[in-house]
RNA sequence: GAGCCCGUGGUCUAGCGGUUAUGACGUCUCCCUUACACGGAGAAGGUCCCCAGUUCGAAUCUGGGCGGGCUCACCA
């Protein structure tokens, strides 16, 4: 061993030595049974940032525990590279247009981005550590991918699941597409509340609204039924300012006469309420925004204008002709879509969905056969599961997705589908379709929209486990585990849920765990706050170790502030057990085999014993931070602190050599169990110390493959409880010494115990094996025992 | 507005019916003892957010506040 380790370099040898020699590689037929895991893959962005290094060290740790433990672990990676996410990408950092492009050069440069910018990405991943078998990838754009996202499509055609129909839709202008209801979030934003003149049986009636634009739009009037000062006008006219038209005034409950002037102008489309009361009410539809977020036509003179502009203009012009009541400047939550943050309208347009609205006791039912790590987390999926109010519109009117496996004939518009066995397709390129239409036309339109990325990423179970060979497949799939981070539970893990119950009609796995944030400060880490702390950083300046260490403080479900404190204590940890192991290296010089013989032997041995118990309970609990304390605990204090002082002298000066080879054999053990305890959390540090100490001996070609440590003694109760006495009296030994600001070295005359007698065993008498141990740690002349009806207690005597 | 989570020494945190309330970081004192000064020994530091209740007994259970966070919803 060298004199100081440096995880540097080191941590970068074994990241080699794991890829060289396949450690992670899974073999369907390997022994063990199969603990598969639903790998979140990462939305490819350039670099990883520290929430990933943290809710994947988390994952990892679970990973590399069950595989100590002799599971056969699939562990896959993947990249989620197709949709919106890229293109934005791609747009931000090639500083173009995908809709002022050619369709297929824009498509083309996106695959180049990606090409360039994977491999360093993915590496992020390997370089904290993470297990996985970085050859059963995919990327969620590749071949694979897009024929199982395909036949997925396909299978919910067949199943009526998928249907297209022309409707109010969710619609980002800005990038011009339609979107589902999950990638809308709230923003507070300014505007103002304008109270604005209508006519209606020759008096005015004052309207507030905060988009006056969509006066063009507007095709009905709203009041509470119980209105009073509204009731004589149902079923009258009101006539819109400024454009002049006719509107009929109706009563509906949905009317607040709290809020404004308590009636209320109804647009197609200003909000989702508006739309509910054009299907209720079977209102006409007046579109007055376009696509990509401007005026229309029927604006008259706001035509071609920016909907924002629009609004100021037309503010003004009913200002100037008196028609502007009264204007309060508010801050109000929008609908934004939480990609660009542009606000949310509502268009009509054709587009497929996926029926679901139908399956929502079934979905709670789903939710409810998983188990949930923190099980709290259960109740987001409910939330939100209650909360659905559309179908999951999955058509995206962009470029680079999967596409849509349909043509349209020119004539009837029927939906011509791909044949399954000829997946992937693109219906751009693969055209025309060798078929007819049932009309008997032979002429067909492509579809250009593709597919939602959460379409094909809520199949990473399949986009999995059919890497493998067909006849293998059963063995990963449905798997045991989705391990992800608790901001895309309504994303992610319930899409999952719903495709693998509408696909195949089960769970797609039995255990979800879910990780919290990394905050700092209390708040979200974002590049706008300027509060990012990248892990690659922090690697380059601690080690990967030393991050996991700090990664693996917090349990599943916590957030945790980041604090570079507490990375620096993993980086202290990876120390102390490079000092540990060196000081056991030099102790085990020449020794081969042996027994603990000696009491102190025993009792570490003990403690070694009831750690790994409390270690596989907490982590079969999915509990790693509590197996973590427990081990520190032991490492720490059991081992380093107390043990290690107290067979020093005996290890040094043995007055016998069996003194000194149970010492060796309890010693021996301690550290092959340490390192494969430790090497779910550290995995660098223990893979360096297995390689140099223990390899040769215990002939595993890496420390992560060897079996979870088993120590074979019977509990003896004895031993344990007096061991506990030792500890008392070093303790008090060092109290004395401390508080006489003495060396831990001074002698110390005597040492009197007064041990009460217990019912089952004499103290004075079981403590005995310790006292030349004890001696030799204290420097004590002697150490009597005086039994005491009273309280345990120690005196020192200098 | 609804749901969920959280509120413990200066900071972060364990404990979840009976503990001298855990540990880490920080502070202070001492100790260079041949694994480690990136260490060791010791000390100081706490109305366990507030109020009420249940109980022989509550940081821990119940109810009500207050404060923070997340998610969903409302969005004229």
Same mark, same amino acid.
């Given at each position: 061993m060298t004199e100081k380790y440096d995880a540097k370099t080191a941590e970068l040898t074994w990241l080699k030595h794991w890829e060289d020699n396949k450690i992670f590689s899974f073999n369907p037929n390997a022994k063990g049974k199969v603990y598969s895991i639903?790998?979140?893959?990462?939305?490819?962005?350039? *670099?990883?940032?520290?929430?990933?290094?943290?809710? /994947?060290?988390?994952?990892?740790?679970?990973?590399? /525990?069950? &595989?100590? *433990?002799?599971?056969?672990?699939?562990?896959?990676?993947?990249?989620?590279?197709?949709?919106?996410?890229?293109?934005?990408?791609?747009? =931000?950092?090639?500083?173009?247009?995908?809709?002022?492009?050619?369709r297929q050069e824009f498509i083309t440069l996106c695959e180049q981005t990606l090409k360039e910018i994977r491999p360093g %990405?993915?590496?992020?991943?390997? &370089?904290?550590?993470?297990?996985?078998?970085?050859? !059963?990838? #995919? +990327?969620?754009?590749?071949?694979?991918?897009?024929?199982?996202?395909? $036949?997925?499509?396909?299978?919910?055609?067949?199943? $009526?699941?998928?249907?297209?129909?022309?409707?109010?839709? !969710?619609?980002?202008?800005?990038?011009?597409t339609a979107i589902s209801q999950v990638e809308c979030k709230d923003a507070e934003k300014p505007s103002s509340f304008n109270e604005i003149v209508f006519m209606a049986e020759g008096k005015e009636l004052i309207i507030a609204t905060t988009r006056p634009e969509m006066l063009s739009a507007c095709v009905a009037i709203f009041a509470h039924p119980e209105d009073n000062r509204y009731k004589k006008l149902f079923g009258k006219k009101a006539t819109v300012p400024l454009y002049d038209f006719e509107i009929p005034i109706m009563p509906d409950t949905k009317a607040n006469p709290e809020k404004g002037t308590g009636i209320v102008m109804c647009c197609t489309f200003g909000d989702q309420t508006d739309m509910e009361w054009y299907r209720q009410y079977n209102l006409p539809l007046k579109e007055a925004i376009t696509r990509d977020g401007k005026m229309t036509a029927i604006a008259g003179k706001y035509s071609g204008m920016r909907t924002d502009d629009a609004r100021k203009q037309i503010i003004q012009e009913l200002k100037d002709a008196g028609l502007l009541r009264a204007q309060t400047q508010i801050t109000h939550a929008v609908n934004v879509h939480e990609r660009c943050n542009t606000p949310i309208e509502i268009i009509q347009s054709k587009q497929w969905f996926i029926k679901y609205l139908d399956l929502k006791e079934d979905m709670l039912k789903w939710g409810a056969e998983l188990t949930w790590h923190p099980a709290f987390m259960k109740s987001r999926y409910d939330n939100w599961v209650k909360g659905l109010?559309?179908?999951?519109?999955?058509?995206?009117?962009?470029?680079?997705?999967?596409?849509?496996?349909?043509?349209?004939?020119?004539?009837?518009?029927?939906?011509? %589908?791909?044949?399954?066995?000829?997946?992937?397709?693109?219906?751009? *390129?693969? %055209?025309?379709?060798? =078929?007819k239409c049932s009309c008997g036309n032979t002429e067909f339109i492509p579809e250009k929209d593709v597919l939602d990325t959460w379409a094909t990423s809520s199949l990473t179970p399949k986009l999995a486990s059919t890497l493998l060979d067909k006849k293998d497949q059963h063995k990963v799939y449905p798997m045991s585990l989705r391990p992800q981070a608790h901001d895309i539970i309504t994303f992610w893990l319930f899409n999952t849920m719903v495709r693998s119950?509408?696909?195949?009609?089960?769970?797609?796995?039995?255990?979800?765990?879910?990780?919290?944030?990394?905050?700092?400060?209390?708040?979200?880490?974002?590049? +706008?706050?300027?509060?990012?702390? $990248?892990?690659?950083?922090?690697?380059?300046? /601690?080690?990967?170790?030393?991050?996991?260490?700090?990664?693996?403080?917090?349990?599943?479900?916590?957030?945790?502030? #980041?604090?570079? *404190?507490?990375?620096?204590?993993?980086?202290?940890?990876?120390?102390?057990?490079?000092?540990?192991?060196?000081?056991?290296?030099?102790?085990?010089?020449?020794?081969?085999?042996?027994?603990?013989?000696?009491?102190?032997?025993?009792?570490?041995?003990?403690?070694?014993?009831?750690?790994?118990?409390?270690?596989?309970?907490?982590?079969?609990?999915?509990d790693y931070a509590h197996a973590k304390a427990a081990l520190e605990k032991f490492f720490w204090q059991d081992f380093c602190d107390n043990y290690l002082e107290l067979i020093k002298v005996r290890m040094y000066e043995p007055k016998d050599p069996q003194d000194k080879q149970s010492a060796q054999a309890a010693l021996s053990t301690c550290l092959s169990a340490l390192l494969r305890l430790w090497a779910p959390f550290t995995p660098f540090i223990t893979e360096e110390l297995y390689q140099t100490l223990l390899k040769e001996k215990e002939g595993y070609a890496s420390v992560h493959i060897a079996p979870w440590p088993v120590v074979k003694i019977k509990e003896d109760k004895k031993i344990e409880v007096a061991g506990e006495l030792a500890v008392e009296i070093l303790a008090a030994a060092r109290k004395k010494k401390s508080e006489a600001k003495l060396s831990m070295k001074a002698p110390i005359k005597k040492i009197t115990v007064f041990a009460p007698k217990n019912d089952h065993w004499n103290l004075s008498q079981e403590i005995q094996p310790f006292l030349a141990d004890l001696k030799a740690a204290t420097s004590a002349e002697t150490i009597q025992f005086e039994d005491a009806t009273a309280e345990k207690r120690i005196e020192v005597e200098m």
């Open positions: 639903d790998t979140p893959p990462p939305t490819v962005s350039g *670099k990883m940032h520290i929430g990933h290094a943290f809710s /994947y060290t988390q994952q990892d740790i679970i990973a590399r /525990y069950k &595989r100590l *433990k002799g599971f056969n672990v699939f562990y896959p990676f993947g990249t989620d590279d197709n949709g919106l996410p890229t293109e934005r990408l791609v747009e =931000k950092t090639k500083n173009v247009k995908g809709a002022r492009m050619e %990405f993915v590496n992020d991943w390997k &370089r904290i550590g993470s297990s996985c078998d970085f050859q !059963l990838f #995919y +990327s969620t754009i590749d071949k694979n991918c897009q024929k199982i996202s395909q $036949e997925g499509f396909l299978d919910l055609v067949k199943k $009526e699941r998928a249907y297209r129909k022309e409707a109010p839709s !969710l619609w980002c202008p800005q990038c011009a109010q559309w179908d999951w519109l999955i058509s995206r009117q962009r470029f680079f997705g999967i596409p849509f496996p349909v043509w349209y004939c020119t004539k009837c518009d029927t939906p011509i %589908f791909a044949d399954p066995k000829k997946l992937p397709i693109d219906p751009l *390129k693969d %055209f025309p379709p060798a =078929k119950r509408l696909h195949d009609g089960i769970n797609p796995w039995k255990e979800a765990v879910i990780s919290g944030f990394v905050t700092m400060q209390g708040e979200k880490m974002s590049k +706008s706050k300027g509060n990012v702390i $990248e892990p690659q950083e922090v690697i380059a300046k /601690y080690g990967a170790d030393a991050l996991r260490y700090w990664a693996s403080s917090s349990k599943f479900g916590d957030d945790l502030d #980041y604090h570079e *404190k507490d990375v620096r204590t993993g980086d202290k940890f990876v120390t102390k057990l490079w000092n540990a192991a060196n000081f056991a290296n030099l102790n085990l010089q020449g020794y081969t085999t042996g027994t603990a013989t000696h009491a102190t032997d025993k009792w570490i041995l003990h403690k070694l014993r009831n750690t790994i118990q409390a270690a596989e309970e907490s982590f079969d609990a999915y």
